[in-house]
């Protein structure tokens, strides 16, 4: 079974529109919880990562809220833009080092100009 | 700087062959990690290692074995190749964290076919 579940597992958004993709997950042992983006083609990277000890982070036009009690997390993407066009893997750890991923099954997104 | 290098980048077996999937990294990184990609499924660990010499099974560890002999490489080695393991494979490499953006570098997949 899929520890950590995302949805949608496809998103449309226009330019400049807010893009939200959601995970929830059922491991309490979880503590560390990244996003990553990949291209067509390419190797996920790294996008931004939270850990529970906080409730919000914000980077540039991305911003991971987490809610610990409801074992959710979601990435908010601001201002949109046709190169945000990509897939997006939220994913959860408890080890110290991110090397043991579990990820979600992958969000596509496709941002219209 | 080439991070993770993965080879080949395509490959295509015809069901029972063998082979290995190379994996290195140039970032001194203690912990590796394989993974393979499918559809709808995100990524599915295979194997890790937290050090040379130190290798244990992920959530999908069958078919499928690993060593590593040096800090820099992590083979993957397919022993008789079956159809369901028609996939994408991705390499990544990470060091233990002390800040909240601990990266896993990824490198940049092998795609296997079997036949």
């Known amino acids: 079974q899929q520890q950590v579940k995302q949805s949608p597992q496809s998103l449309i958004v226009q330019k400049g529109g807010i893009s939200i993709i959601n995970c929830a997950y059922e491991?309490?042992?979880?503590?560390?919880f990244p996003w990553y983006q990949q291209f067509p083609g390419k190797g996920p990277a790294l996008l931004i990562a939270i850990r529970p000890d906080v409730s919000e982070k914000k980077e540039g036009r991305f911003t991971i809220s987490f809610n610990k009690s409801a074992k959710q997390f979601s990435l908010h993407i601001m201002d949109s833009q046709p190169g945000d066009s990509a897939t997006y893997f939220c994913a959860a750890s408890s080890d110290n080092a991110g090397n043991m991923l579990t990820f979600g099954g992958g969000t596509r997104l496709m941002v219209k100009p | 700087n080439a991070g993770v290098t993965q080879t080949p980048k395509f490959q295509v077996l015809k069901t029972g062959q063998s082979m290995t999937l190379q994996c290195a990294q140039d970032m001194n990184h203690e912990y590796m990690s394989w993974y393979r990609q499918d559809p709808g499924m995100g990524l599915r660990l295979i194997h890790y290692?937290?050090?040379?010499?130190?290798?244990d099974q992920g959530e999908v560890p069958n078919g499928y074995n690993v060593s590593r002999s040096t800090t820099e490489d992590f083979p993957l080695r397919l022993l008789s190749a079956a159809p369901s393991q028609t996939s994408v494979y991705f390499c990544a490499s990470s060091s233990p964290f002390i800040t909240t953006n601990t990266e896993a570098f990824f490198g940049q997949g092998t795609r296997l076919t079997v036949v």
């Open positions: 491991n309490t042992a979880f503590d560390y």
């Open positions: 290692s937290v050090g040379a010499g130190i290798t």
